[in-house]
């Protein structure tokens, strides 16, 4: 059983700059598959989080594949 997240949680997407862009897992992506299109921004703040988390853990949807090109400072 995973812990549940104790503090907030915002994850900053922007398709254009991940790695995985037009690539065959971009397809397979929560983003592409949720939107529907690689949006430019998007921001999961933490109850979508959670929602998307328990989605892909029933296999309802596919994972986050978001890996930016440049990783920020704080990875």
Sequence with gaps: MR???QHPLSVNVSCEDCV??????????LVSFVIGDAPEHLTLSTPLAAAAEVLVREGLVPQLKYRPSVPSASQ
């Design 3 to 5: 812990t549940p997240i």
């Design 20 to 29: 995985r862009h037009s690539t065959p897992e971009c397809a397979d992506c």
